[in-house]
C-alpha cells in the first residue's frame, strides 16, 4: 500500500510540473537553456503577435439587429432622374446633393468625418430588355425612357444622424430637374388623408404616342414634340396650391407601368381645398389629360367597408343562396354546455364541428332515441310563462251579471212567468 501511495505521489508532481512548463510557455517566459519565443523577436509588439479569441456566432451580433441597424441609416428616395443610371456625372452629381447638407469632412491624420454616404441602390427600374436579366440590362444601360424617366433608389449613410437629417433637409429639392421625395426606411413619414389628394385619370406611360400609333397603324400618326411626365408634373402643378411633402403615383413593380392613379399629400390641410379647384382641368404638356382631383379617403375606413361587403355578398357579387339548415334543439342544447362540461378546448372543438354530441352514445333496440338523446331542457321559466289555458282559481274581482241578449231574454221570461202565478 505505501509503494502505491509513493507512486501517486510521483505522478502527481510531475504532471503538476508539466503543467507549469506549458504556462510559462504561453506567457512567453523561457526556461534557463531554451530558445527565445516569438515574443522575444526585436521589435515585435504583444498585441500584434497574440492571436483573437475566436467567438461563438450566438455570442456575436444577430442578424436581424444588423438589419435594424442599416435601416436606421437608409432613406428611400424616388422620383430620381434616370440620368443618374446612364451618366456617372449626374451620379456624381446625385451623390454630391444628397450630401450637401452634410458638414465637410475634416482630416486629422487619416481618420475623416464619420458624416457620408456610403452606398446608393437603384431599385424598380424599367429597362427595354425583357430578355437579358436586370443585372445585365443595368450594366448596359437598358433603360425604357418610353415608360417614365423616373426611378427609386435607396441611400444609406455611415450614421443614422445623417439619415434623419436628409428626411428633414433634402425631401422634395431639385436635382437633376426632377423634384426627388426622401423617406426613411426606419421610421416612414405618416400618410394623413386629411392633407391629401386622389388625383385620377393619369397617363400609364410619359410617351403614349407610342401606343396611339400601335393601335391606329404605323405611319399614320406622328410622335408628339414634348412626351408627358405625370410624376414630375405633378409635383410642378399641385406645388402651385401649396408645399408639396411627397407624390405617389402607383405603378406596376416589374415595368413601371402606371396604374393612371396617384396621391399628392401637402405639408398644410389647407393646400387640399386650392387642389380641388384643379378637378376637370389639364396641364399639357407633363400633364396633358383632364384630372380627376378629389379628397382623399381614410385607409381604415375604405378597408372596413370593403370587408364588409365581402362578408355580406361572396367574391361573384351574388348573394348566397346554400341552404343552411337549421340546428335541432339537441345540438344548441348541447353547444350550449360544451364549455362546462368539456372545458374551453372541447367547445372550440364543438363550435369547429370537429365532434357532435352524443359520441360514444348506447343505443337500445326497439327504441327510436336513447336516453342521451332525450332533452328535458325548455325555456326559461319566468313569472307570466305556463299560464294560458290554466285555471289558478279567482282572482279576486267579482263578475256582474251578464248583458248579452240572451240573458236579457231569459231575464225578461222569468220576470213574466213570476207575475202569471
Not at 449626374?90 to 475634416?106: D, E, M, N, W
Amino acid at each position: 500500500m505505501r509503494r502505491i501511495a509513493q507512486e501517486e505521489a510521483k505522478e502527481k508532481a510531475r504532471r503538476k510540473e508539466e503543467g507549469s512548463r506549458k504556462r510559462q510557455k504561453s506567457h512567453g517566459d523561457t526556461p534557463e537553456g531554451g530558445s527565445l519565443s516569438s515574443v522575444d523577436v526585436p521589435g515585435a509588439d504583444r498585441a500584434t503577435l497574440d492571436h483573437e479569441t475566436p467567438q461563438h456566432e450566438s455570442l456575436g451580433p444577430s442578424k436581424d439587429s444588423t438589419e435594424i441597424e442599416k435601416a436606421s441609416r437608409t432613406v428611400f428616395l424616388s422620383n430620381v432622374s434616370t440620368l443618374a443610371i446612364t451618366s456617372k456625372s449626374a451620379k456624381k452629381k446625385l451623390i454630391g446633393h444628397l450630401s450637401s447638407f452634410l458638414p465637410l469632412p475634416v482630416k486629422t491624420g487619416e481618420d475623416e468625418a464619420t458624416h457620408k454616404v456610403e452606398s446608393l441602390r437603384f431599385r424598380s427600374t424599367a429597362f427595354s430588355s425583357a430578355v437579358l436579366p436586370k443585372r445585365a440590362a443595368f450594366a448596359r444601360k437598358e433603360l425604357m425612357d418610353a415608360t417614365t424617366k423616373s426611378t427609386n433608389a435607396y441611400a444609406v449613410y455611415t450614421t443614422a444622424v445623417a439619415a434623419r437629417e436628409a428626411v428633414k433637409r433634402i425631401n422634395g429639392t431639385v436635382v437633376l430637374d426632377r423634384h426627388m421625395r426622401v423617406d426613411g426606411v426606419a421610421h416612414p413619414a405618416k400618410i394623413d388623408h386629411r392633407r391629401c389628394v386622389f388625383v385620377g385619370n393619369l397617363g400609364f406611360v410619359d410617351d403614349e404616342s407610342l401606343m396611339d400609333a400601335a393601335e391606329e397603324g404605323e405611319g399614320k400618326r406622328k410622335r408628339s414634340k414634348v412626351p408627358s411626365d405625370v410624376e414630375e408634373g405633378l409635383w410642378r402643378q399641385f406645388g402651385k396650391a401649396g408645399k408639396v411633402e411627397s407624390v405617389r403615383v402607383v405603378r406596376d413593380p416589374k415595368t413601371r407601368v402606371g396604374k393612371g392613379i396617384a396621391y399628392v399629400q401637402f405639408e398644410d390641410a389647407n393646400a387640399v381645398e386650392a387642389a380641388l379647384l384643379y378637378n376637370e382641368k389639364k396641364f399639357p404638356p407633363a400633364l396633358p389629360r383632364i384630372l380627376r382631383v378629389t379628397r382623399a379617403k381614410s385607409l381604415q375606413k375604405t378597408w372596413s367597408k370593403a370587408n364588409a361587403t365581402a362578408t355580406a355578398r361572396p367574391a361573384h357579387g351574388k348573394p348566397n343562396r346554400i341552404y343552411v339548415a337549421k340546428p335541432s334543439s339537441e345540438v344548441q342544447s348541447f353547444k350550449g354546455r360544451a364549455g362546462k362540461l368539456l372545458g374551453r378546448a372541447g367547445a372550440a372543438k364543438v363550435a369547429a364541428g370537429d365532434q357532435g354530441h352524443g359520441a360514444g352514445r348506447r343505443e337500445t333496440p326497439g327504441v327510436a332515441k336513447s336516453p342521451e338523446q332525450v332533452v328535458f331542457e325548455g325555456y326559461r321559466a319566468s313569472r307570466n310563462a305556463g299560464r294560458s289555458g290554466l285555471k289558478t282559481g279567482a282572482s279576486g274581482k267579482k263578475k256582474g251579471k251578464p248583458k248579452t241578449r240572451s240573458s236579457k231574454r231569459g231575464t225578461a221570461w222569468k220576470a213574466a212567468e213570476g207575475r202569471g202565478k
